[in-house]
Protein backbone atom coordinates (compact mmCIF):
# COMPACT_ATOMS: atom_id res chain seq x y z
CA UNK A 1 0.00 0.00 0.00
CA UNK A 2 2.56 2.49 0.67
CA UNK A 3 4.56 1.78 -2.71
CA UNK A 4 1.34 2.48 -4.16
CA UNK A 5 0.81 6.08 -2.43
CA UNK A 6 4.43 7.44 -3.23
CA UNK A 7 3.65 6.09 -7.00
CA UNK A 8 0.48 8.11 -6.57
CA UNK A 9 2.35 11.02 -5.22
CA UNK A 10 5.20 11.06 -7.59
CA UNK A 11 2.80 10.67 -10.74
CA UNK A 12 0.86 13.50 -9.09
CA UNK A 13 4.39 16.04 -9.08
CA UNK A 14 5.45 15.21 -12.18
CA UNK A 15 1.62 15.91 -13.14
CA UNK A 16 2.14 19.30 -11.72
CA UNK A 17 5.83 19.65 -13.15
CA UNK A 18 4.51 19.20 -16.98
CA UNK A 19 1.55 21.36 -16.43
CA UNK A 20 3.78 24.09 -15.20
CA UNK A 21 5.67 23.67 -18.45
CA UNK A 22 2.71 23.68 -20.34
CA UNK A 23 1.57 26.81 -19.00
CA UNK A 24 5.36 28.82 -19.32
CA UNK A 25 4.31 28.27 -22.91
CA UNK A 26 1.20 29.64 -22.81
CA UNK A 27 2.34 32.51 -20.68
CA UNK A 28 5.32 33.34 -23.44
CA UNK A 29 2.78 33.24 -26.36
CA UNK A 30 -0.32 35.13 -24.85
CA UNK A 31 2.48 37.93 -23.43
CA UNK A 32 3.81 38.16 -26.72
CA UNK A 33 0.66 38.63 -28.71
CA UNK A 34 -0.36 41.94 -26.43
CA UNK A 35 -0.93 44.72 -28.68
CA UNK A 36 2.10 47.27 -28.72
CA UNK A 37 5.69 47.44 -28.82
CA UNK A 38 7.53 48.04 -25.54
CA UNK A 39 11.02 49.59 -27.51
CA UNK A 40 8.18 52.13 -29.10
CA UNK A 41 6.31 52.51 -25.47
CA UNK A 42 10.36 53.74 -24.19
CA UNK A 43 11.09 55.73 -26.75
CA UNK A 44 7.99 57.91 -27.23
CA UNK A 45 5.64 58.34 -30.11
CA UNK A 46 8.30 60.56 -31.51
CA UNK A 47 10.96 58.19 -31.93
CA UNK A 48 12.31 57.24 -35.38
CA UNK A 49 11.75 53.87 -37.02
CA UNK A 50 16.13 53.56 -36.68
CA UNK A 51 15.68 53.80 -33.10
CA UNK A 52 12.96 51.63 -32.47
CA UNK A 53 15.00 49.16 -34.25
CA UNK A 54 18.34 50.20 -32.22
CA UNK A 55 16.20 49.28 -29.13
CA UNK A 56 15.04 46.26 -29.95
CA UNK A 57 17.71 44.63 -31.20
CA UNK A 58 19.60 45.93 -28.09
CA UNK A 59 16.55 44.24 -26.24
CA UNK A 60 16.78 41.09 -28.48
CA UNK A 61 13.53 41.29 -29.24
CA UNK A 62 14.40 41.04 -33.01
CA UNK A 63 15.59 37.54 -32.15
CA UNK A 64 13.27 34.34 -32.84
CA UNK A 65 10.60 33.76 -30.46
CA UNK A 66 11.90 30.19 -29.88
CA UNK A 67 15.01 31.34 -29.13
CA UNK A 68 13.95 33.62 -26.33
CA UNK A 69 11.46 31.40 -25.11
CA UNK A 70 14.66 29.06 -24.02
CA UNK A 71 16.67 31.89 -22.75
CA UNK A 72 14.04 33.05 -21.01
CA UNK A 73 13.02 29.55 -19.41
CA UNK A 74 16.54 28.94 -18.76
CA UNK A 75 16.34 31.86 -16.49
CA UNK A 76 13.44 31.22 -14.52
CA UNK A 77 14.52 27.65 -13.75
CA UNK A 78 18.15 28.78 -12.39
CA UNK A 79 15.89 32.21 -10.42
CA UNK A 80 17.14 34.80 -13.03
CA UNK A 81 14.05 35.81 -14.78
CA UNK A 82 15.67 38.54 -16.41
CA UNK A 83 16.06 42.32 -16.56
CA UNK A 84 13.05 44.59 -16.59
CA UNK A 85 12.79 46.51 -19.99
CA UNK A 86 11.59 49.55 -19.34
CA UNK A 87 13.18 50.18 -15.59
CA UNK A 88 16.27 48.00 -16.79
CA UNK A 89 16.17 46.77 -13.15
CA UNK A 90 16.33 43.19 -11.99
CA UNK A 91 13.43 41.55 -12.15
CA UNK A 92 14.27 39.65 -8.76
CA UNK A 93 14.76 43.09 -7.06
CA UNK A 94 11.16 44.33 -8.23
CA UNK A 95 9.91 41.35 -7.41
CA UNK A 96 11.64 40.98 -3.79
CA UNK A 97 8.94 43.83 -1.47
CA UNK A 98 6.62 43.09 -3.59
CA UNK A 99 6.13 39.16 -3.22
CA UNK A 100 6.40 39.57 0.57
CA UNK A 101 3.44 42.23 0.67
CA UNK A 102 1.36 39.86 -1.62
CA UNK A 103 2.46 36.62 0.46
CA UNK A 104 1.75 39.10 3.67
CA UNK A 105 -2.12 39.99 2.32
CA UNK A 106 -3.17 36.48 1.51
CA UNK A 107 -1.90 34.79 4.71
CA UNK A 108 -3.99 37.72 6.54
CA UNK A 109 -6.73 36.52 3.90
CA UNK A 110 -6.23 33.24 4.41
CA UNK A 111 -6.06 33.15 8.76
CA UNK A 112 -9.45 35.20 8.82
CA UNK A 113 -11.44 33.55 6.54
CA UNK A 114 -10.34 29.85 6.41
CA UNK A 115 -11.71 29.12 10.54
CA UNK A 116 -14.99 31.14 9.95
CA UNK A 117 -15.16 29.58 6.56
CA UNK A 118 -14.65 25.75 8.18
CA UNK A 119 -16.91 26.26 11.44
CA UNK A 120 -20.00 27.92 9.47
CA UNK A 121 -19.46 24.96 6.74
CA UNK A 122 -19.35 21.94 9.15
CA UNK A 123 -21.98 23.42 11.32
CA UNK A 124 -23.92 23.56 8.55
CA UNK A 125 -23.81 20.21 7.39
CA UNK A 126 -24.35 19.00 11.19
CA UNK A 127 -27.54 20.90 11.42
CA UNK A 128 -28.80 20.65 7.86
CA UNK A 129 -32.29 20.93 6.29
CA UNK A 130 -32.79 23.94 9.75
CA UNK A 131 -33.06 27.11 8.80
CA UNK A 132 -29.64 28.20 9.66
CA UNK A 133 -28.60 25.73 6.95
CA UNK A 134 -30.66 27.29 5.09
CA UNK A 135 -29.81 31.19 6.17
CA UNK A 136 -26.02 29.90 5.62
CA UNK A 137 -26.54 28.22 2.31
CA UNK A 138 -28.56 31.57 1.22
CA UNK A 139 -25.86 33.71 2.39
CA UNK A 140 -23.27 31.80 0.47
CA UNK A 141 -24.81 31.90 -2.97
CA UNK A 142 -25.49 35.69 -2.46
CA UNK A 143 -21.91 35.82 -1.50
CA UNK A 144 -20.43 34.41 -4.39
CA UNK A 145 -22.52 36.06 -7.12
CA UNK A 146 -21.03 39.25 -5.83
CA UNK A 147 -17.73 39.78 -8.03
CA UNK A 148 -14.06 40.87 -5.58
CA UNK A 149 -14.76 44.73 -7.49
CA UNK A 150 -17.95 45.37 -6.89
CA UNK A 151 -17.19 44.36 -3.36
CA UNK A 152 -14.00 46.49 -2.87
CA UNK A 153 -15.71 49.46 -4.46
CA UNK A 154 -18.85 49.08 -1.77
CA UNK A 155 -16.47 49.09 1.06
CA UNK A 156 -14.56 51.78 -0.07
CA UNK A 157 -17.57 54.10 -0.49
CA UNK A 158 -18.95 52.91 2.81
CA UNK A 159 -16.21 52.32 5.16
CA UNK A 160 -13.60 55.09 3.81
CA UNK A 161 -15.68 57.51 1.97
CA UNK A 162 -18.86 57.73 4.29
CA UNK A 163 -17.84 56.67 7.25
CA UNK A 164 -13.73 57.26 7.63
CA UNK A 165 -13.08 54.15 9.16
CA UNK A 166 -10.01 52.76 7.29
CA UNK A 167 -8.15 54.45 4.51
CA UNK A 168 -9.04 53.78 0.65
CA UNK A 169 -5.76 52.93 -0.04
CA UNK A 170 -3.73 50.24 1.40
CA UNK A 171 -0.13 50.92 2.32
CA UNK A 172 2.04 47.46 3.81
CA UNK A 173 4.88 49.58 5.03
CA UNK A 174 2.75 51.18 7.67
CA UNK A 175 2.24 48.58 9.22
CA UNK A 176 4.13 48.72 12.76
CA UNK A 177 1.23 47.46 15.11
CA UNK A 178 -1.73 44.97 15.63
CA UNK A 179 -3.87 48.08 15.10
CA UNK A 180 -2.48 49.48 12.30
CA UNK A 181 -2.31 45.98 10.92
CA UNK A 182 -6.10 45.79 11.39
CA UNK A 183 -6.75 49.22 9.62
CA UNK A 184 -4.42 48.37 6.55
CA UNK A 185 -5.93 45.49 5.98
CA UNK A 186 -9.31 45.62 6.91
CA UNK A 187 -11.16 46.32 3.72
CA UNK A 188 -8.65 43.99 1.27
CA UNK A 189 -9.03 41.46 3.77
CA UNK A 190 -12.85 41.40 3.82
CA UNK A 191 -13.21 42.00 -0.14
CA UNK A 192 -11.06 38.96 -0.99
CA UNK A 193 -12.74 36.64 2.17
CA UNK A 194 -16.13 36.78 0.73
CA UNK A 195 -15.67 35.01 -2.13
CA UNK A 196 -13.31 33.03 -0.94
CA UNK A 197 -15.27 32.19 2.21
CA UNK A 198 -18.28 30.92 0.39
CA UNK A 199 -16.99 28.74 -1.94
CA UNK A 200 -14.86 27.31 1.07
CA UNK A 201 -18.18 27.03 2.78
CA UNK A 202 -20.36 25.35 0.45
CA UNK A 203 -17.46 22.51 -0.57
CA UNK A 204 -16.90 22.28 3.23
CA UNK A 205 -20.65 21.12 3.86
CA UNK A 206 -21.23 19.63 0.53
CA UNK A 207 -18.27 16.97 1.40
CA UNK A 208 -19.13 16.73 5.67
CA UNK A 209 -22.91 15.70 4.40
CA UNK A 210 -21.28 13.06 1.87
CA UNK A 211 -19.63 11.55 4.65
CA UNK A 212 -22.49 11.59 6.89
CA UNK A 213 -24.22 9.85 4.36
CA UNK A 214 -21.72 6.80 4.53
CA UNK A 215 -22.92 3.51 6.16
CA UNK A 216 -20.14 3.67 9.09
CA UNK A 217 -21.94 7.25 10.68
CA UNK A 218 -25.10 5.83 10.21
CA UNK A 219 -23.90 2.73 12.54
CA UNK A 220 -21.87 4.79 14.74
CA UNK A 221 -25.69 6.93 15.25
CA UNK A 222 -27.68 3.89 15.39
CA UNK A 223 -25.39 2.78 18.56
CA UNK A 224 -26.17 5.95 20.58
CA UNK A 225 -23.77 8.28 19.15
CA UNK A 226 -25.14 12.24 19.35
CA UNK A 227 -25.38 14.58 16.35
CA UNK A 228 -21.86 15.98 17.65
CA UNK A 229 -20.03 13.35 18.15
CA UNK A 230 -21.12 11.36 15.11
CA UNK A 231 -19.35 14.84 12.88
CA UNK A 232 -16.36 15.15 14.63
CA UNK A 233 -15.71 11.78 15.65
CA UNK A 234 -16.94 9.68 13.05
CA UNK A 235 -17.31 11.83 9.94
CA UNK A 236 -14.76 14.91 10.16
CA UNK A 237 -11.62 12.44 10.05
CA UNK A 238 -13.05 10.85 6.98
CA UNK A 239 -13.82 13.68 5.15
CA UNK A 240 -9.96 15.51 5.91
CA UNK A 241 -9.00 14.80 2.13
CA UNK A 242 -12.09 16.58 0.39
CA UNK A 243 -12.51 19.74 2.87
CA UNK A 244 -8.36 19.90 2.39
CA UNK A 245 -9.38 20.07 -1.11
CA UNK A 246 -12.06 22.33 -0.92
CA UNK A 247 -9.85 24.80 1.23
CA UNK A 248 -7.11 24.58 -1.33
CA UNK A 249 -9.41 25.28 -4.46
CA UNK A 250 -11.01 28.40 -2.63
CA UNK A 251 -7.48 29.62 -1.67
CA UNK A 252 -6.63 29.54 -4.99
CA UNK A 253 -9.46 32.38 -5.64
CA UNK A 254 -6.80 34.54 -3.51
CA UNK A 255 -4.54 34.42 -7.04
CA UNK A 256 -7.48 35.96 -8.94
CA UNK A 257 -9.20 38.47 -6.42
CA UNK A 258 -5.80 39.88 -5.42
CA UNK A 259 -5.26 41.47 -8.88
CA UNK A 260 -8.27 43.21 -8.84
CA UNK A 261 -7.95 44.08 -5.06
CA UNK A 262 -4.65 45.33 -5.02
CA UNK A 263 -5.35 47.34 -8.31
CA UNK A 264 -8.05 48.87 -6.85
CA UNK A 265 -7.07 49.87 -2.67
CA UNK A 266 -3.29 50.46 -4.84
CA UNK A 267 -1.65 47.93 -2.55
CA UNK A 268 2.06 47.39 -3.42
CA UNK A 269 1.67 43.76 -4.21
CA UNK A 270 3.13 41.51 -7.08
CA UNK A 271 -0.19 42.15 -8.71
CA UNK A 272 -0.50 45.59 -8.77
CA UNK A 273 2.98 44.96 -10.48
CA UNK A 274 2.39 43.10 -12.86
CA UNK A 275 -0.89 45.29 -13.73
CA UNK A 276 1.85 48.05 -13.68
CA UNK A 277 4.24 45.97 -16.70
CA UNK A 278 0.93 45.40 -18.97
CA UNK A 279 0.82 48.90 -19.04
CA UNK A 280 4.68 49.53 -20.28
CA UNK A 281 4.29 46.27 -22.12
CA UNK A 282 7.19 45.06 -20.30
CA UNK A 283 7.25 41.37 -21.29
CA UNK A 284 9.51 39.77 -18.77
CA UNK A 285 8.20 41.45 -15.80
CA UNK A 286 4.52 40.30 -17.10
CA UNK A 287 5.97 36.65 -17.53
CA UNK A 288 7.79 36.33 -14.35
CA UNK A 289 4.49 37.13 -12.35
CA UNK A 290 1.90 35.15 -14.29
CA UNK A 291 4.52 32.51 -13.64
CA UNK A 292 4.20 33.05 -9.68
CA UNK A 293 0.77 33.06 -9.67
CA UNK A 294 0.15 29.67 -11.69
CA UNK A 295 3.11 27.86 -9.56
CA UNK A 296 0.86 28.88 -6.67
CA UNK A 297 -2.26 27.57 -7.90
CA UNK A 298 -0.40 24.25 -9.07
CA UNK A 299 1.52 24.49 -5.49
CA UNK A 300 -2.38 24.15 -3.63
CA UNK A 301 -3.55 21.92 -5.88
CA UNK A 302 -0.85 19.76 -5.58
CA UNK A 303 -0.35 20.02 -2.21
CA UNK A 304 -4.55 19.19 -1.91
CA UNK A 305 -4.46 16.44 -3.44
CA UNK A 306 -1.23 14.71 -1.95
CA UNK A 307 -3.87 15.34 1.31
CA UNK A 308 -6.16 13.19 -0.40
CA UNK A 309 -4.13 10.67 -1.54
CA UNK A 310 -2.66 10.35 2.48
CA UNK A 311 -5.93 11.02 4.26
CA UNK A 312 -8.01 7.98 1.80
CA UNK A 313 -8.28 4.83 4.30
CA UNK A 314 -8.09 2.62 1.26
CA UNK A 315 -5.00 3.48 0.43
CA UNK A 316 -3.47 3.21 3.57
CA UNK A 317 -5.22 0.23 5.22
CA UNK A 318 -5.51 -2.78 3.62
Known sequence: MHGMITRMILTRLGVAVLTL?????????????????????????????????GLRKAMHLDQPAVFRYIIWLGGMMTGNPGTSLVNDIPIVTLIGGRLHN????????????????????????????????????????AVVSVPEFMVATIAVLIFAVRLHWFPALSFANDVHSLGELLRVFAMPV?????????????????????TLGQPFVEMATLKGAGRVRAVLTHALPNAIGPIVNAVALSLS????????????????????????????RDMPLIQTCAMIFCLGYLALVTVADICAILANPRLRYK
Not at 26 to 53: K, R, S, Y
Open 21 to 53: LIVSVVVFVATNMLPGDVAQIVLGQAATPEAVA
Open 102 to 141: TLLLAGVTAAFSVPIALALGITAAMWRNTLYDRLVSFATI
Open 190 to 210: ISLSFVVSAQMIRMTRAALID
Open 253 to 280: YLLGGVIIVETIFNYPGIAKLMVDGVAT
